[in-house]
């Protein structure tokens, strides 16, 4: 059984930092894409970042120079470092994992940036 397990969202003031973290099982994680992407209210779900196997990142122009995306294959567990954080960040944050044509998706975490 495929789990993606978030944590580490929560309440911060403009301009700090959270790290979120998607453990994950059931999955070669070594051979998985992993991903963050984000909801906010009312609007699309959107790329936010994402790392391949062979670590290779890329991420929405928005988040550039502010959210670093990494991975740790020992622990099978994805992060997103996310620093200068801003209202218009705030969201449910979604981690993602693509493996052998399959999609896999967690439950969320919420990010909230306000004063």
């Known amino acids: 059984q495929v789990q993606l397990v978030e944590s580490g969202g929560g309440l911060v003031q403009p301009g700090g930092s959270l790290r979120l973290s998607c453990a994950t099982s059931?999955?070669?994680?070594?051979?998985?894409?992993m991903g963050w992407y984000r909801q906010a209210p009312g609007k699309q779900r959107e790329l936010v970042a994402i790392?391949?196997?062979?670590?290779?990142?890329n991420y929405q122009d928005s988040v550039q120079g502010r959210f670093t995306i990494s991975r740790d294959n020992a622990k099978n567990t994805a992060y997103l470092q996310m620093n200068s954080l801003k209202p218009e960040d705030t969201a449910v944050y979604y981690c993602?994992?693509?493996?052998?044509?399959?999609?896999?998706w967690g439950q969320g975490t919420q990010v909230t940036v306000s004063s």
């Open positions: 993602n994992a693509q493996f052998r044509a399959a999609t896999f």
């Open positions: 059931g999955i070669g994680f070594r051979l998985a894409s």
């Open positions: 790392i391949t196997s062979d670590h290779l990142t």
